[in-house]
């Protein structure tokens, strides 16, 4: 596209959007350890029907990452980045303050619906990285994204668990002041990266729901084939959410140290490769090599995972994983390419509302695998089989990615 905004951005701006990111996965992260414990205190203490609640909470927050998505991209397209995301920031402030008060579970569930909404600005911090950076290192600033995304996901739950020690509501307050410490600090470094001659001539709802900015995806071959690779990526991606803990306490009996020690060691390697690996690859190979190397390593590290027989050979693993981190770099950067300057948000929330779907489909997956697989009467016992799935998974990414890229 010829299209493109100016690239006068300060380096304050660049750094005012990874900070965004990583306060945002900072915050979720937070709450991770305690949500259990707010909900549980709501039912007398009940596991099982804190299972359920904590259960339709994680679908409603994906479906409202599902419909809010798209219309913050259509919004950014249409009045600019800037508005967008300071207005989701100081939304979100707020939104941790209604939870850090709620005074039953209904406040509570009301609150994570609006964490959905104002969360789904992610998509708009992509827009503008796709603004400001040049097509041929998009690559390079989706993966400091991706490095944000992992950072604040290293530190949130262990922060979050200390300050839970004091009170399970502490790390909602915590959350709400960096949230609005930022908002303010956007307020004063952040220009608008999407001039007013290349906005969308008006907001449009057909564009702006999730059905209608999935109508771009279809507009060419290839990048729905991209998108399509991203969706299957995204969802192979939940087994790690979703069954690691209980597959590494099963086989391996794994306590929760030994749990936080793994993750954390996952998020700094995932952080290395994102935030510097990718750049220096894409660079030197382009991006079509670095999305099927990236494929191939999350195939073989899924292998290792299902099948390590100790802790020690599942560890192997982990950097081998890592590298994983490469494809989705490389994915956004090939299909940013293939949209103009006025439709990069509409593609970023279209791109996360497909991440919102593989969210309410990845979970029951692989935790209903997980579970057929692990009972002792079945043929086949086999704890790994969430990861083996996985990873056939991601092999069909591959096939879908060699015909999807053939022209790049």
């Given at each position: 596209?010829?299209d493109?905004?100016?690239?006068?951005v300060?380096r304050p701006?660049?750094?005012?959007?990874?900070?965004?990111?990583?306060?945002?996965?900072?915050?979720?992260?937070?709450i991770?350890?305690?949500l259990?414990?707010?909900v549980?205190?709501?039912?007398?203490?009940?596991?099982?029907?804190?299972?359920?609640?904590?259960?339709l909470f994680?679908?409603?927050w994906?479906?409202?990452?599902?419909?809010?998505?798209?219309?913050?991209?259509?919004l950014s397209?249409?009045?600019?980045?800037?508005?967008?995301i300071?207005?989701?920031?100081?939304?979100l402030g707020?939104?941790?303050?209604?939870m850090?008060?709620?005074?039953?579970?209904?406040?509570?569930?009301?609150?994570?619906?609006i964490?959905?909404?104002?969360?789904?600005?992610?998509?708009?911090?992509?827009?503008y990285i796709?603004?400001v950076?040049?097509?041929?290192?998009?690559?390079?600033?989706?993966?400091?994204?991706?490095?944000?995304?992992g950072?604040?996901?290293?530190l949130?739950?262990?922060f979050?668990?200390?300050?839970?020690?004091?009170?399970?509501?502490?790390?909602?307050?915590?959350?709400?002041?960096?949230?609005?410490?930022?908002?303010?600090?956007?307020?004063?470094?952040?220009?608008?990266s999407?001039?007013?001659?290349?906005?969308?001539?008006?907001?449009?709802?057909?564009?702006?729901?999730?059905?209608?900015?999935?109508k771009?995806?279809?507009?060419?071959?290839?990048?729905?084939?991209?998108?399509?690779?991203?969706f299957?990526?995204?969802?192979?991606h939940?087994?790690?959410?979703?069954?690691?803990?209980?597959?590494a306490?099963?086989?391996y009996?794994?306590?929760?140290?030994?749990?936080?020690?793994?993750?954390?060691?996952?998020?700094?390697c995932?952080a290395?490769?994102?935030?510097?690996?990718?750049?220096?690859?894409?660079a030197r190979?382009?991006?079509?090599?670095?999305?099927?190397?990236?494929?191939?390593?999350?195939?073989?590290?899924?292998?290792?995972f299902?099948l390590a027989?100790?802790?020690?050979?599942?560890?192997?693993?982990?950097?081998?994983?890592?590298?994983?981190?490469?494809?989705?770099p490389?994915?956004?950067?090939?299909?940013?390419?293939?949209?103009?300057?006025?439709?990069?948000?509409?593609?970023?929330?279209?791109?996360?509302?497909?991440?919102?779907?593989?969210?309410?489909?990845?979970?029951?997956?692989?935790?209903?695998?997980?579970?057929?697989?692990?009972?002792l009467?079945?043929?086949?016992?086999?704890?790994?089989?969430?990861?083996?799935?996985?990873?056939?998974?991601?092999?069909?990414?591959?096939?879908?990615?060699?015909?999807?890229?053939?022209?790049?």
């Amino acid at each position: 596209m010829n299209d493109s905004p100016a690239r006068g951005v300060r380096r304050p701006a660049l750094i005012f959007i990874f900070i965004t990111v990583v306060l945002d996965m900072l915050a979720l992260g937070m709450i991770i350890p305690v949500l259990p414990t707010l909900v549980a205190g709501f039912v007398d203490g009940n596991t099982a029907r804190t299972a359920q609640v904590l259960g339709l909470f994680g679908a409603m927050w994906a479906l409202m990452q599902f419909i809010a998505s798209p219309v913050l991209g259509a919004l950014s397209d249409r009045f600019g980045r800037r508005k967008v995301i300071l207005l989701s920031n100081f939304g979100l402030g707020l939104d941790y303050v209604l939870m850090a008060l709620a005074p039953s579970l209904g406040w509570l569930f009301v609150g994570r619906l609006i964490s959905g909404v104002t969360a789904a600005s992610f998509s708009t911090a992509s827009a503008y990285i796709a603004d400001v950076t040049p097509p041929e290192k998009r690559a390079g600033g989706f993966g400091m994204l991706g490095a944000a995304f992992g950072l604040g996901f290293i530190l949130g739950p262990a922060f979050g668990g200390l300050c839970s020690a004091f009170d399970p509501r502490l790390p909602f307050w915590i959350a709400a002041l960096l949230s609005l410490l930022n908002a303010c600090y956007g307020l004063l470094v952040l220009p608008e990266s999407l001039p007013a001659r290349l906005r969308s001539a008006r907001f449009s709802w057909r564009r702006a729901n999730p059905l209608g900015a999935l109508k771009l995806l279809r507009s060419q071959p290839e990048l729905l084939g991209l998108a399509g690779i991203n969706f299957v990526s995204n969802l192979a991606h939940i087994v790690l959410s979703s069954t690691f803990v209980l597959y590494a306490g099963f086989r391996y009996g794994w306590d929760e140290r030994a749990i936080g020690l793994t993750l954390a060691g996952v998020g700094v390697c995932s952080a290395l490769v994102q935030g510097g690996l990718v750049r220096v690859f894409v660079a030197r190979y382009g991006e079509r090599r670095a999305l099927l190397t990236g494929l191939a390593a999350g195939t073989l590290g899924f292998a290792i995972f299902g099948l390590a027989q100790t802790g020690a050979i599942f560890l192997i693993g982990v950097p081998v994983m890592a590298l994983w981190g490469l494809t989705g770099p490389a994915l956004q950067g090939l299909m940013t390419r293939r949209v103009g300057a006025s439709q990069q948000g509409q593609l970023q929330g279209a791109g996360s509302s497909l991440n919102g779907i593989a969210q309410m489909i990845g979970p029951p997956l692989f935790t209903q695998t997980f579970a057929y697989f692990t009972q002792l009467q079945r043929a086949w016992h086999l704890p790994g089989a969430p990861f083996l799935l996985a990873g056939i998974l991601l092999v069909a990414a591959t096939g879908l990615s060699l015909r999807a890229t053939r022209t790049a």
